[in-house]
Antibody
Framework: EVQLVQSGAEVKKPGATVKIACKIS????????IHWVRQAPGKGLEWMGL????????LYGERFQGRLIITADTSKETAYMDLSSLRSEDTAIYYC????????????WGQGTLVTVSS | QSVLTQPPSVSGTPGQRVTISCSGS????????VYWYQQLPGTAPKLLIY???QRPSGVPDRFSASTSGTSASLAISGLRSEDEADYYC????????????FGGGTKLTVL
């Protein structure tokens, strides 16, 4: 069974950078696209970007260009999301999700990581 | 405001059939596959439908989906109390540099 386990909750000040880890078990990280999706309190899902761990190619949502970096370390079977220049509107639950290479389904999800941005 | 438009809420009684619509454009639903996700309260989303109408293993056949032109719909038959959740459609959108978009979500209430 494929499982994604994310790092724990974070509290950050405005302007800071948050880094969230997402470790896969039950299969190789390279077998999937790894997506990052966030959900602000009481709001819907918002896709942020993805990485193909096989070649480290990335794709970022337009809203996050310049602030978001997604990486993957296949030796650690772990993907990472760095979001910089944090503002209060970035307070959300951040999910990683593993999906089929070649389509954009997200078949396996992490448990979510709450990021709170507050001064 | 989402590029994919869903009704904010739908409701039904146990055993009933309900549908959730997802309206897009030629840049997304009209030219790319649609996915549906179910999010139970306080949990991570779960893939319900992929490639327009395919169910992952373990998803009951009470859930079905279809597309027509620039719209998609999810149908749930034999409604059960445990179906009460938020449902999201998603698709790839070609209109900018290319990205995945979600609908705004639909809250299903089982009365």
């Amino acid at each position: 069974e494929v499982q994604l386990v994310q790092s724990g909750a974070e509290v950050k000040k405005p302007g800071a950078t948050v880094k969230i880890a997402c470790k896969i078990s039950g299969n190789s990280l390279s077998a999937y696209f790894i997506h990052w999706v966030r959900q602000a309190p009481g709001k819907g899902l918002e896709w942020m970007g993805l990485v193909d761990p096989a070649d480290s190619d990335t794709l970022y949502g337009e809203r996050f260009q310049g602030r978001l970096i997604i990486t993957a370390d296949t030796s650690k079977e772990t993907a990472y999301m760095d979001l910089s220049s944090l503002r209060s509107e970035d307070t959300a639950i951040y999910y990683c999700a593993a999906g089929s290479v070649g389509d954009y389904s997200m078949g396996h999800w992490g448990q979510g990581t709450l990021v709170t941005v507050s001064s | 405001q989402s590029v994919l438009t869903q009704p904010p809420s739908v409701s039904g009684t146990p055993g009933q059939r309900v549908t959730i619509s997802c309206s897009g454009s030629r840049f997304n639903i009209g030219s790319n596959f649609v996915y549906w996700y179910q999010q139970l309260p306080g949990t991570a989303p779960k893939l319900l439908i992929y490639l327009n109408n395919q169910r992952p293993s373990g998803v009951p056949d009470r859930f079905s989906a279809s597309t027509s032109g620039t719209s998609a719909s999810l149908a749930i038959s034999g409604l059960r109390s445990e179906d009460e959740a938020d449902y999201y459609c998603a698709a790839w959108d070609d209109s900018v540099s290319g990205y995945v978009i979600f609908g705004g979500g639909t809250k299903l209430t089982v009365l």
